[in-house]
């Protein structure tokens, strides 16, 4: 009997420790990667009151919201420019986008909102108190946590990193992946098939892929064929370069199957098997502090299984988060197995802001099916307890990476 | 007045050409490229019948559902093993997940379901026919088109090309854009601020980083004073390295804005402002087969107008997708201004499967606000006709890269 994904993913949980493994990237190379501190607000952004429009700083009360009152202009800033100006009664200055508000302004009139004629400013269409100043503080406070540590750094985190005068950027290292596929019918890129009975593999590239999309940098090892002193070495000298092996194939119930037997004697076996669809014959394994997850060899079950095991260690290195969501079933599913179910599917947003989830050219058939995958598949979670969903039932989505 | 959106974006289009430089990279390289071509199979899938799991082939007829019924074994078929073995009456061998199902043999069953003794091999859980085998076909069929040209090439797309032995893999060229910064108030990363009219450079950062993501070579340039003449020279020097060079900052309506000069004495404007919030000032040039796109200053616009602008420009260059949802509206919205507002928001799914758009912890201010884009926020869409939304509305959502 199978142990549930639940119990397996707790023992995974047990046995991980913490990733705190920190390295420093320049900020120009760090798109993508995941920030290892918390970054806190060290002042008000701005510090000081900033134009936001091109237009003539004054003081509210010299025209308090009445039409054409006339302002006596004084010259102007520049942005970048200090400029030690103090207004007076009925005084401005003519104050462009991002440049300081000079001492006792309060208000900007834009340049489209006046007529100025021989150094005088006359205000056409008066603004309320305040128009167009940015305030001290308008983007975020002293102290405030901007970004928070295990946030993976997208375009507008590098950008308010610039911002805050961040330059040297402290992210988790990458854990190192190897990719070990197994099997004496796969060949490699490129090269020739003999015979029919050999394919080619993909299993490899796959799961290397899903390793960079998860934040880590990968390796594929050399194809090794189902000989069991081969699988021993490869996996041993595999572990030697990496914190994480992932191997494909081999741990099925066949006689040819030697990945299971070399982590057997090898490693500690930690999870073995699970009660899920695809991939209930998952090991998951540990060498000293590495990581061992054995995924079959078919390439969808890996792939899946990838993202139901090897995610979740990755997850819980970089600080936890979702990747479900709820959505509404569009067809029938009739369940497959007496097993917890992760099912290739399509998400759409329907017009009324409804994610739904659908089959649509989704092939029945194995577990090989790769291109059940594609187009940015999602999985349909289906419960060891039901039979199935109808359609119009909301259900679980496990997204993809 | 402003011309509209959509009108800009019908000049862009009319402007635009077609990006029909293509190159070669190997499959190891490929992930998050672009793909030039369609992907078609070349051969059914799998081309011969194989064993979806590890068990006895054989003829379906010779046990028809009973139970008991007794086969004779003839040996084995490994995975990758090529034997030329004909089935006769009672006959199996037993053969493993991936191998080739021998000739005549329709049925597998699983290792599980029998007892071996003596060389043979007792059916104690009989299975339908056909049953683990994995057919002609199943994966996909000779001339079936399994990905498209202009597909982003993720995990499962790179495993599905290594399965088809397409090794060298036609993608398009990244565009090469160059980010110019303007403004004598900014300074570069690492700079010291000297004084408090002074900030730091976000933009060039932020654009680049966003270029990158949106598929393209992405080159900062020195960040240029406001002056006109150095503005001029950096805009038609920057020019030379790249297909579309992206300006932030100098096109106002401000004394100091040289960038518009630049591009009316020395380019051909083709969009100049639309009825939009935030960036109404954007200028669209164009210099010989050269995209210049000069942005505001202002970082939340910025980012904002090169999804609005850039973004298009790259999606008819690559084939053009949505990036629009419908999402329900979780609080009232008013207006700020007469235009086609794009409003930062935050984008979840609830637990019927609907997704909400909120403006939880977007802070209300002026288009400086560079944090208002953290965290994956979207955009609110608000038309022009508009007032604004009520809490329930369905709206649409723009996502960014």
Redesign the interface.
């Known amino acids: 009997m199978f142990q549930s994904y639940e119990e397996s993913l707790e023992i995974l949980k047990k046995h991980t420790t913490e990733w705190n493994r920190v390295e420093k990237v320049v900020?120009?190379e760090a798109?993508g990667r995941i920030l290892a501190t918390d970054i806190v607000a060290k002042e008000n952004y701005?510090?000081?009151e900033?134009s936001?429009?091109?237009g003539y700083a004054c003081r509210f009360c010299d025209f308090d919201g009445v039409e054409n009152a006339e302002l006596k202009l004084l010259g102007?800033v520049?942005?970048?420019?200090?400029k030690n100006v103090k207004l007076g009664k009925n005084e401005c200055i003519?104050t462009?986008?991002?440049?300081?508000m000079c001492e006792d302004s309060d208000t900007l009139v834009p340049?489209?909102n006046v007529l100025v004629k021989d150094g005088v400013v006359k205000i056409t269409n008066p603004v309320k108190r305040g128009f167009?100043v940015?305030?001290v503080g308008?983007?975020?406070k002293k102290d405030e946590v901007?970004?928070t540590k295990g946030?993976k750094l997208?375009?507008?985190?590098?950008?308010?990193l610039?911002?805050?005068?961040e330059?040297h950027i402290s992210v988790f290292i990458k854990p190192k992946i190897a990719v070990l596929s197994t099997?004496?019918?796969?060949k490699d890129?490129?090269e020739a098939?003999e015979?029919?009975?050999?394919?080619?593999?993909?299993?490899?590239?796959?799961?290397?892929?899903?390793a960079?999309?998860m934040g880590c940098e990968a390796r594929?090892l050399p194809i090794v064929?189902?000989e069991p002193n081969l699988v021993k070495e490869a996996i041993i000298n595999g572990l030697q370069g990496c914190d994480i092996l992932i191997t494909t194939g081999g741990v099925?119930?066949?006689?040819?199957?030697f990945v299971k037997g070399a982590l057997n004697q090898n490693c500690e076996v930690i999870i073995n098997g699970a009660a899920i669809k695809p991939g209930r014959h998952i090991k998951v394994a540990k060498f000293n502090d590495k990581f061992i997850f054995a995924l079959p060899?078919?390439?969808y079950s890996a792939?899946v299984m990838c993202v139901l095991y090897v995610r979740v260690l990755l997850d819980s290195f970089f600080g936890s988060k979702s990747h479900e969501?709820?959505?509404?079933l569009s067809e029938d599913y009739k369940k497959k197995s007496p097993f917890l179910e992760f099912v290739a599917c399509n998400i759409e947003?329907?017009?009324?802001?409804?994610?739904?989830a659908n089959l649509k050219g989704k092939?029945d058939?194995?577990?090989?099916?790769?291109?059940n995958?594609?187009?940015?598949?999602a999985l349909l979670i289906v419960p060891l307890e039901l039979d199935g969903y109808k359609k119009g039932d909301?259900?679980k989505i496990l997204k993809?990476?």
């Open positions: 900020l120009t798109l701005p510090s000081h900033t936001a429009m091109d102007d520049p942005a970048g420019a200090l003519k462009f986008t991002g440049s300081l340049i489209e167009a940015r305030k308008e983007s975020y901007l970004i946030t997208s375009y507008s985190e590098i950008a308010l610039a911002e805050l005068g330059y099997g004496s019918e796969i890129l490129g098939l015979h029919e009975a050999q394919i080619r593999s993909s299993n490899h590239v796959a799961i290397a892929s899903m960079k999309l594929i064929k189902d099925s119930v066949g006689d040819y199957d060899g078919f390439p792939m969501i709820n959505a509404v947003v329907n017009q009324n802001g409804v994610v739904t092939k058939g194995s577990s090989a099916i790769v291109n995958l594609n187009s940015e598949a909301v259900v993809m990476v």
